[in-house]
């Protein structure tokens, strides 16, 4: 399960926790994510991983991607593990050279989804508008290897009015594609769909995923990193497996002159998916502008097929 352990959470939520810096950077700086895994955390900038956290018996691993230095003319020597705050405190003090580096790689190798895929969780979890979100975002860039699946993000659908309880709420998995050339391409709408339909045919498997997501939203929570008003309760999530989940595409910067998303989504393979009720396959429409996620904005293929 992708999961903290006691001490990491430790390390991370108290002062005298030796990853503590970490965490208040992370939470005074909204162009980073903190990422939950087995054992590990990741910082992502730009949808990329700027520092990745490995526990080990008596420290931390660090890990920076050296193919980031490929576009810079400078590398940062920084501690190989943490040990204590000084070596956590190093590497904050850099990171602002950090993604500096990261930058001029993105530029080179841009990877939109990724950077937008942070911007979703952003905007939903953490923001001035997050507490007006329904959805909120367990988890970025997800792989499945037992079914070759990768799924850009793990959400949790908690409408506002059932926030006294942990109960009500939702399993979501949300794909999004950047612009007209993602959606027919070897992780087009229909490769997913079917990735979709494997994870949660396999009832195990879908069971994992959400003890995963229910884990990582009540461990994101309890280090201060998602922003919404509990009222009196204190409450953490619950997910039923035999509620319906939901399957979320987000189609960023459609070009609507172009009749390729049409004819995609008049691919009978299609419909199949939406009528065999074992996920309810929803389309993004943003209220005016932005990736505030509520449930009004989510449209049936029927519905948003008339928008087409």
Known sequence: MRALSEQFMYDLKNPDGMLHPILERVKNDQTLMLAIRQDKINIYYRGGSLLRIEQLKYSYKTFFNPNYYKESKFSIELPGEIQSHIEAQKWV???SNLKQIMDFHIKKNPKAEREFQQLVARENNDSTISNESEYFISDIEVSDSELGARIDMLAIRWPVKFRKTGNNCKATFIEMKYADDALDNSSGLIKHLQDFDASITDKSRYQEFLEVMESQFNQLDDLGLLQFNKGTSNAKVK???????????????????STKLKTI???????????????????FVSSFAGYGLHTDCMLSLDEFRKLL
């Open 239 to 257: 997910l039923n497996p035999d509620d319906r989940p939901e399957v979320i595409f987000i189609l960023a910067n459609h070009n609507p002159r």
């Open 265 to 283: 989504l008049s691919d009978p393979q299609i419909d199949e998916y939406a009528r065999a009720n074992k996920f309810d396959l929803k389309f």
């Open 93 to 95: 003090d850099e990171f």
